[in-house]
């Protein structure tokens, strides 16, 4: 069984989709593990780790991914990539296939089983391959941390001979597993936090960390949850009140970090131009949706945007601005993942065609789109 981990083409990218520690348990499963020269430069792996570990460096893609059974990577393989995969390749990557219908049906005619973690059901047999949750998670860390680094003041309180410095007031939209990072992260930087969600739950979760839950807590707002514990569109009743809590609310905080999303469709937009132009003078927002249409009016995709007063922070791929992190849990994500897919006694690929978290993430296989939610635009 040979293991391919290309370096990663998509320009800003910085991760990688195995670690020294995953190669480890890759070549004790039986696979022989070839690793593109440089894949590791940015999560600050260097060549010398991975053969350590037990891989082969190869001078490039194509050498890198000949023969190979299975490929890991961060995103979705480029065309480029697909020309040098074999015929019946499993590629188990973040595939982000919404909205790109054409990607998915040249990986079906490439021929191979393309695998996508995103869709991971998030029960707890798959908790440890949830690659939306570690990605998130450090993603909610960053945004504060990139947040803080734009405002001009202290975040804690600080009382000293001179006078006192007043804590910063961070408020955090959406309080799923990038909001509860931002919340706790915030919280040890010393702010005073505030929190809102459209789920119920999260108010409970929000008060554990120590913050402030602010919503319009009405029938509706008590039956917002779907069954997978997901966010639903509100009504545009329930939208307009708690937009005009919210606006009151954001015109007295420093620091707003926005995360919410709602699976499968755009990004709800939650901060209006009129609320930025509220807010104080050096007061900054994060846009962590930003890639997915943004939460906040005015964020620049890629750029911290200047709004009057206010900085408006729209970085790109946020969990690849801490790298090394990131790339050290993602790889633990899809070793876990890998592992079900492999006959431990024969050493050899045996996929379980049945298996829920196969059926949940497989996108192409066969020479076809085979995932429900693709086949008939793309099939
Ligand atoms: P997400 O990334 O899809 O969305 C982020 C947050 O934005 C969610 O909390 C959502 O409710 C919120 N949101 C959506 N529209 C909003 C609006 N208009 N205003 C304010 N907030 C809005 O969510 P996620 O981080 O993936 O978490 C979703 C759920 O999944 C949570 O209940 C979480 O606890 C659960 N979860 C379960 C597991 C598991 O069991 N293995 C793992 C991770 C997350």
């Not at 420093?254 to 939650?270: E, K």
């Not at 601005?321 to 790339?327: H, P």
């Amino acid at each position: 069984m040979k293991l391919a981990v290309p370096r990663e083409s998509e320009a800003g990218e910085t991760r990688v989709a195995a670690t020294p520690d995953t190669v480890k348990r890759f070549v004790s499963l039986g696979f022989e593990v070839s690793v593109e020269t440089g894949a590791g430069t940015l999560s600050r792996v260097v060549d010398a780790d991975y053969q350590a570990a037990g891989a082969t460096i190869a001078k490039d893609a194509k050498a890198t991914l000949e023969g190979a059974d299975l490929v890991l990577k961060v995103r979705r393989p480029s065309a480029a990539e697909l020309g040098l995969m074999k015929k019946g390749a499993i590629v188990i990557a973040t595939m982000d296939p919404y909205g790109h219908e054409d990607a998915v049906k040249a990986m079906a005619e490439a021929g191979i089983s393309a695998f996508a973690m995103e869709f991971m059901p998030r029960i707890t047999r798959a908790q440890v391959m949830d690659v939306l949750s570690s990605q998130a998670n450090l993603a909610g860390y960053q945004a504060v941390i990139d947040g803080a680094a734009e405002y001009d003041r202290a975040m804690p309180m600080m009382m000293t001979a001179a006078g006192t410095v007043p804590a910063a007031r961070v408020f955090v939209m959406g309080a799923g597993v990038a909001g509860l990072q931002a919340i706790a992260t915030a919280r040890r930087l010393g702010a005073v936090v505030s929190a809102t969600d459209v789920r119920p739950a999260a108010k409970e979760q929000v008060e554990s960390l120590g913050a402030k839950f602010v919503a319009v807590e009405d029938d509706e707002f008590r039956q917002a949850e779907t069954a997978g514990g997901y966010a639903k569109e509100m009504s545009d009743e329930y939208k307009k009140k708690q937009a005009e809590l919210v606006a009151s609310h954001i015109a007295k905080q420093d620091i707003v970090v926005t995360t919410a999303l709602i699976p499968g469709r755009p990004a709800p937009r939650l901060i209006t131009k009129e609320m930025v132009a509220s807010m104080k003078p050096g007061s900054v927002i994060v846009d962590l949706a930003v890639e997915r249409g943004g939460n906040v009016e005015g964020a620049v995709p890629g750029k911290v945007a200047q709004v009057g007063d206010v900085k408006i922070v729209g970085h790109l791929n946020v969990p690849g601005r801490i790298a090394a992190s990131a790339s050290a849990l993602y790889a633990k994500n899809l070793v876990a993942f890998a592992e079900t897919l492999v006959d431990k006694e024969a050493k050899a690929i045996a996929v379980n065609w049945e298996d829920e978290l196969v059926k949940a993430t497989v996108l192409t296989r066969d020479g076809k789109v085979v995932h429900p939610a693709f086949a008939p635009a793309a099939g």
